[in-house]
C-alpha cells in the first residue's frame, strides 16, 4: 500500500472526519504494524487504530467499545471477512465496515455488497488516501441512514399524533350530535308567540321534526362526498355553485342540523381513514370550514323557506285604491 503524502482533499458531499477511531480485526500472520505506520504517514486524518487478533476477539471488542469503522482483514482459511461481516449484521451491528484483502476486486466486490460491508480494498491497489475516503464515505453514509431513520421516526409518529387529534375531533362533533338530539327532544310542541300565523308556522315545524330522522338517499351521500373531496383540494369560495346546489338538496330533503352534522361526520371518518399513514391535518381543518359553510347556507335556506311560508307575498294596493269598496254595478 502507497503512503505518499498529499494534500488534503474536500468533497462536494462534506470533509473527511479530522479523528477517527478504528478496529482492525485481523489475523495473527497479518498484523497491523504496517498500517499504523502507513497511516502515521498521511496528515490527511488521525487514525487511532485498535488492533485485535480473530474473531472472538473483535466480537469482544465491539461489545465494549463504540468505534467509527470497522476494517476486516479478508484471509480465506483463517479469517472469513465475509462471514464476520454477515454475523455482525445479522446481530444488529451498524458500523461502517470496509475488508482488506489481496483477492482482485472483480473476484469479491459483490459478495462484499451483498453481506451487508461498505466497501472492498485491494492491498495491492489501495492507497491510503483512498482508504481513509473510503473511511470517510462508509462514515458519512451511516450518518446519514441514523439520521434518516430518525426523520422517519419522528415523521411517524407526527402523522400519528395527528391522527388521534382527528379522532378525538370526531369524538367532539359525535359528542354535538348528541346535544342536538337532546335539545330537540326538549324541544316545547307550541311556542306562545303575538302573531298566530308564526305560532302555527312553528307548531308545523315541531310536528315535522318529531318523526323519525329522515334516510339521507345515497346520492345526496355521494354528492357531500365529492363535495368535500373537492373542497379538501380547492378551498373555500371556490365551489359556490356546488355549495348552493347541496344545501338546496338538503333543504329539499328537510334535512335537520344533526342530520347534516351526522352525514359530515360520517363522510369526514369515511376519508380520514382513507388516508392511512399521509396527513389528516389538512383534511380536518378544511372539512370544519366545509361544515361551517354548509351550516350558514342550511340556516339561510330554511330562514327564507320560513319567511315564503308563513309571510306569503301580497298584492299591495295601487296609490289611491287603498279604501275604496267594490260595490256591484246596479
Known amino acids: 500500500m502507497s503512503t505518499t503524502v498529499q494534500p ?3 468533497s ?3 470533509t473527511m472526519p479530522l479523528r ?10 497479518r498484523t497491523g504494524g504496517w498500517l499504523t505506520e502507513a497511516f502515521a504517514a498521511d496528515s490527511a486524518a488521525q487514525i487511532v487504530l485498535d488492533e485485535v487478533v480473530g474473531e472472538s ?9 463504540v468505534f467509527d469503522a470497522v476494517l476486516v482483514s479478508h484471509t480465506p482459511g483463517e479469517l472469513d471477512g465475509l462471514d464476520f461481516v454477515e454475523g455482525l449484521r445479522a446481530g444488529g451491528n451498524e458500523e461502517p465496515m470496509i475488508l482488506l484483502g489481496s483477492a482482485p476486486p472483480e473476484k469479491i466486490d459483490a459478495l462484499c455488497y451483498e453481506v451487508g460491508a461498505d466497501d472492498y480494498c485491494f492491498v495491492a491497489e489501495t492507497t491510503v488516501r483512498g482508504l481513509l475516503w473510503k473511511f470517510a464515505r462508509a ?3 451511516h450518518q446519514l441512514r441514523r439520521e434518516n431513520r430518525r426523520l422517519v421516526q419522528a415523521e411517524r409518529q407526527r402523522l400519528q399524533q395527528e391522527h388521534h387529534e382527528a379522532e378525538r375531533l370526531l369524538d367532539q362533533q359525535r359528542a354535538l350530535i348528541a346535544d342536538l338530539e337532546g335539545l330537540g327532544k326538549d324541544r316545547p310542541e307550541t311556542i306562545d308567540h303575538e302573531d298566530g300565523n308564526i305560532d302555527d308556522c312553528l307548531a308545523l315545524s315541531a310536528a315535522e321534526t318529531a318523526d323519525d330522522p329522515v334516510k339521507l338517499p345515497d346520492s345526496l351521500v355521494t354528492h357531500y362526498r365529492e363535495l368535500l373531496r373537492a373542497y379538501v383540494m380547492m378551498g373555500v369560495g371556490n365551489l359556490s355553485d356546488e355549495m348552493s346546489a347541496l344545501t338546496e338538496s338538503l333543504a329539499n330533503s328537510r334535512v335537520t342540523a344533526q342530520s347534516a352534522l351526522q352525514l359530515h361526520v360520517s363522510v369526514l371518518e369515511e376519508m380520514v381513514q382513507g388516508l392511512g399513514n399521509r396527513s389528516a391535518r389538512h383534511v380536518i381543518n378544511r372539512a370544519d370550514l366545509l361544515a361551517l359553510e354548509v351550516m350558514g347556507h342550511l340556516a339561510d335556506g330554511y330562514l327564507q323557506r320560513y319567511h315564503e ?12 285604491f287603498e279604501s275604496a269598496t267594490f260595490r256591484p254595478a246596479a
Open 8 to 10: 488534503v482533499a474536500f
Open 12 to 14: 462536494a458531499l462534506g
Open 20 to 29: 477517527m477511531k478504528v478496529l482492525y480485526v485481523t489475523t495473527s500472520e
Open 57 to 65: 476477539a473483535g466480537l469482544a471488542r465491539l461489545r465494549d467499545e
Open 139 to 141: 462514515i458519512e453514509r
Open 309 to 320: 311560508s308563513c309571510h306569503p307575498p301580497r298584492q299591495m294596493p295601487l296609490p289611491g
